[in-house]
């Protein structure tokens, strides 16, 4: 998992949820960088959070947390090799009968990086899932205005994009459909264990700190890609061809690029309430 986790306030629950999946094999966690509009110390930040996470879970030294690169891509032919870098490509090169899912909460800088350094990951039995990207056929997003993951490495983007890797996109109108009520997270989130009581009360100091207006409610936007990894039958897709992206963030279809899976639905429920059961039994079992 290569996770910008202190962006926001939704990482966390993804997390989580795939530590809490008996199904899933974590083989690390990568933090990623968020851009420098917020702040310069992106990658440091979710580093800490993902560790704070680990603690929480009475985790800590039992999943690899290795660090991924702290900029965007500077070009096309400038990988960068970090710690989290080589952890992506050692993890795609083994020869294991297992498929590899390396689901991406941010920026794709770290797999950008992993193809340009090693591209035989491409031929590889690798699938890219990606949270991020504005909508598909004039759906979503503001003109002119990035989707934020996007945003954050388009080079890297374009890299990942134009190569033959398997890519799984769920863009911004498809993450969306991730909302959740406080009314719920009371319910079913906060009262089990510390990491349940962390998770709901970041979320809402994460809400206060960033909306002027009252609001009660959070979009889950990254657990999707926990969602499609324990079932990747549970939203609609199509296949097209992989775009590029221009500067603005909007979808260039001129070059002919290899098909990717395009998630237009997903099934809320089944990820909310699979997540939920999994705490509940997680904190039960602490007690």
């Known amino acids: 998992m290569n996770t910008d986790a202190k962006n926001e306030a939704d990482d966390q629950f993804a997390i989580v949820h795939a530590l809490l999946s008996p199904s899933l094999d974590i083989r690390g966690l990568v933090p990623a960088h968020f851009g420098n509009r917020r702040t310069r110390s992106s990658l440091e930040e979710s580093r800490e959070e993902i560790e704070l996470l680990l603690r929480l879970m009475k985790l800590d030294g039992q999943v690899p947390v290795a660090d991924g ?31 590899l899912f390396v ?38 997003g503001d003109p002119g205005r990035p989707e934020f993951n996007l945003s954050n490495d388009i080079v890297a983007a374009n890299i990942v994009f134009s190569s033959a890797l398997r890519v799984w996109q ?23 264990g510390e990491i349940g009581d962390y998770l709901v009360r970041q979320l809402v100091e994460w809400n206060e700190s960033q909306h002027g207006g009252s609001i009660e409610f959070r979009v889950l936007g990254d657990s999707p890609a926990i969602g499609l990894m324990l079932h990747p039958a549970c939203g609609t897709w199509v296949e097209r061809p992989a775009p590029n992206f221009r500067h603005d963030g909007s979808y260039d279809f001129s070059v002919a690029n290899r098909p990717i899976r395009t998630y237009d639905s997903i099934d809320a429920r089944f990820i909310h309430e699979d997540f939920f059961a999994k705490l509940r039994a997680f904190a039960q079992r602490r007690v």
Not at 124 to 133: L, S
């Open 69 to 99: 690169v702290p900029y965007a891509l500077p070009d096309v032919g400038t990988p960068v090799m970090t710690p989290g870098v080589e952890l992506i490509i050692s993890e795609a090169m083994r020869d294991v009968a297992e498929p």
């Open 103 to 140: 689901a991406f909460l941010g920026p794709l800088t770290d797999m950008a990086s992993a193809l340009l350094l090693e591209p035989r990951i491409a031929e590889r039995d690798v699938t890219v899932i990606w949270i991020g990207g504005g909508g598909y056929d004039g759906t979503g």
């Open 170 to 192: 769920i863009p911004a109108p498809t993450y969306r459909m991730m909302a959740v009520g406080y009314a719920e997270l009371d319910e079913k989130v906060a009262p089990y």
